[in-house]
């Protein structure tokens, strides 16, 4: 690009013209066809500019009044790499030899004749079967070793790219008749592997004479004897520049000194540090920490693992105000109360059961269920039992509960108790919450996350996401007896943030003349208002018009060809043109149009190519919507599993 600016200018420098016969707008048009007619494709840019630059032979200027010989290139060869096939009766390439210059120095140092003979070929390699036929097929990939020379490497069908077949198997004198483009199949394989290896090598151009294909090269990238280039550590490590930018960035002094420009004066960034943290707290808990009980306790005894019973109760009389035995029961941790219920009931001639003052049971021989007394004979020594089970589990979670017990019953031994039973769950408590202390930053619009690290694993970094993301982190909690493992998203995220200070902004520019013309011109007329020395203005006005800009056609005009093609793509389950009815299908091209010597526009078509649309403005994107769309489908329905189905 800059090269190309650089003609631009030096086109419309040296562009014959006269000054007093045209526009500003008629040689800005001249010079635009000038450096259109060199660059105006990719193969205008190769042939005018790339080709030569790279093998050091002289450039013109758009206008072709000057040359000059460029040096872009450290070291260049007129042959870098120089591929010849001959195909056997077979179809096959039997002989395929490649000549190479590794060093540049303009002598051939690696010759190397394929051992296989090649009956199929790909885009990064080649495919070797039983001559002249689709059996017994090994495929090879283009590679480099370590010494620097060129090798072939058994790889799967699936590690290559872009096979087709060249042999009788897929149809008569496929090679001969395609040479041109099996060539630079064979040779655009090889140079990718070349150049991967070595970043520095450049392919000027590329030049076909019968079955031989030759490679104009040079050293491009870096002058340096070293072909693992700094830059090129970036294509495995894409965010790896951003710590490198951010170090040169640092150590630069025009980038310091455009940061404490006066344009950044006026604000400065101060640095908070924050975390957004998941605590968990473990609670070891025995019986007595999840309730206590106080009171008119008679006994307490062990019904399993975490149970209890108590027993309340006593003597109780004959009187208008028989006892009350009551036993408090206060639960210290709801959440880990599994049950409380009363089991049975027991008394010589009454009983009665309360909750906070509430019946909730009796013994007797008729229900008790008020505050009077029970009707009936008292002192009747006649034991009666009530098993039938009260749940009292809900009471006890609301808080603290009474459990009281009324005994009615005259003369000696005369008594009456309750058995309620208390089960619990003493496991470890478990309680966890997000501490977050970023919250007030986060909310704050003068604040920036500037880098964040979440369980050791760097996410941003200066602002930018660095595209790693943690796995679930499984922690373990607590010791001895009372331990947990957690899996969570994330335990602990540390955070930076950077708020802008406002330290008082520079004095702002006046655009009060730029509002005063916007406000005050016409299509026809610039007004202006400009300041004088005594802080008044003084205003004008002239008459203005802008350029003809000109005609612009509707588009570029294109035009769609086709030429047959064998179906010689390979599958993994054979040649594609075994699958079909059709053995030949069709290449479909698209060309820029060129403008013919009588000024209208002609279709550049190729050898053995058919015109299928003329020059024009052409819109295929409903065809190409369903070709995607066909693709993507194709590729929805397969499904890769590791049976047999």
């Not at 000059?68 to 096959?92: H, M, R, S, V, Y």
């Not at 096979?163 to 394989?189: E, P």
């Not at 306790?297 to 028989?322: E, K």
């Not at 013919?596 to 919507?625: K, N, R, T």
């Amino acid at each position: 690009m800059k090269v190309r600016c650089l003609l631009l200018l030096a086109a419309t420098a040296t562009l014959p013209m006269s000054a007093s016969a045209q526009t500003v707008e008629d040689r800005a048009r001249a010079a635009a066809e000038a450096s259109r007619a060199k660059t105006s494709d990719s193969d205008a840019i190769q042939e005018n500019y790339l080709t030569p630059g790279l093998a050091g032979q002289p450039i013109t200027t758009v206008d072709n009044s000057k040359t000059f010989n460029p040096n872009i290139a450290c070291q260049k060869t007129a042959t870098l790499l120089e591929l010849l096939a001959q195909p056997a009766g077979t179809g096959d390439i039997g002989t395929l030899r490649i000549s190479r210059d590794k060093d540049l120095d303009g002598s051939v140092d690696q010759t190397l004749t394929l051992p296989v003979p090649v009956s199929g070929i790909c885009a990064n390699g080649i495919v070797s079967c039983q001559p002249g036929t689709w059996n017994q097929c090994k495929t090879f990939k283009w590679d480099v070793a370590s010494s620097g020379d060129l090798k072939l490497t058994e790889v799967g069908l699936t590690d290559l790219a872009g096979c087709y077949c060249i042999n009788n198997s897929c149809g008569a004198n496929l090679v001969w008749g395609n040479m041109a483009s099996v060539l630079k199949d064979l040779g655009g394989g090889v140079i990718g592997a070349l150049t991967t290896a070595d970043p520095r090598v450049g392919v000027a151009q590329a030049a076909i004479d019968g079955p031989v294909i030759r490679y104009t090269g040079a050293q491009s990238t870096a002058c340096t004897p070293n072909p693992s280039l700094p830059q090129t550590a970036y294509r495995a490590n894409p965010t790896a520049i951003q710590g490198d930018a951010s170090a040169a960035s640092t150590s630069s002094s025009i980038f310091q000194a455009l940061k404490a420009s006066p344009a950044g004066v006026g604000k400065a960034d101060q640095v908070r540090l924050c975390t957004i943290e998941r605590e968990v707290t473990l609670a070891p808990a025995i019986y007595d920490d999840i309730i206590s009980v106080s009171g008119q306790v008679q006994s307490v005894t062990s019904c399993g693992t975490d149970c209890r019973r108590y027993r309340i109760g006593g003597n109780g009389n004959c009187s208008a105000a028989p006892p009350i035995f009551t036993a408090t029961f206060q639960v210290l941790r709801p959440d880990g109360l599994v049950s409380a219920r009363i089991v049975r009931q027991d008394a010589n001639d009454w009983l009665q059961s309360r909750v906070n003052g509430e019946v909730v049971g009796y013994a007797g021989k008729r229900p008790w269920l008020g505050d009077a007394l029970p009707s009936g004979d008292c002192n009747v020594d006649a034991e009666t039992v009530n098993l039938t089970p009260i749940d009292l589990t809900e009471r006890f979670r609301a808080g603290t509960a009474a459990l009281g017990v009324r005994v009615r019953g005259g003369g000696d031994g005369r008594w009456g108790w309750v058995d309620i039973e208390v089960r619990v769950d003493a496991s470890c408590g478990v309680s966890e919450r997000l501490v977050d202390l970023c919250s007030g930053y986060a909310a704050d619009s003068a604040c920036r996350l500037d880098g964040e690290t979440v369980d050791g694993v760097q996410t941003v970094r200066n602002g930018v996401g660095t595209g790693l993301t943690p796995l679930p982190q499984t922690r373990l909690f607590g010791n001895g007896i009372c331990t947990i493992r957690l899996t969570r998203d994330f335990f602990k995220r540390e955070r930076r943030y950077k708020c802008a200070v406002d330290l008082g902004s520079p004095t702002p520019p006046d655009l009060s003349r730029g509002a005063y013309i916007i406000d005050h011109s016409t299509e026809a007329l610039l007004a202006d208002r400009v300041k004088t020395a005594d802080d008044g203005y003084t205003t004008s006005s002239r008459p203005f018009a802008l350029p003809d800009r000109g005609t612009v056609p509707a588009c570029e005009p294109v035009c769609k060809t086709r030429a047959p093609k064998a179906n010689d793509g390979v599958a993994l389950d054979g040649v594609v043109s075994s699958k079909q009815n059709a053995p030949t299908g069709w290449d479909t091209f698209y060309y820029a149009c060129k403008t013919g010597s009588a000024g209208g526009d002609i279709c550049p078509a190729g050898p053995g190519e058919e015109i299928v649309s003329a020059c024009g403005c052409l819109d295929d994107f409903p065809e190409a919507v369903v070709m995607m769309q066909t693709v993507r489908l194709g590729g929805a329905d397969l499904v890769c599993t590791g049976e047999v189905r």
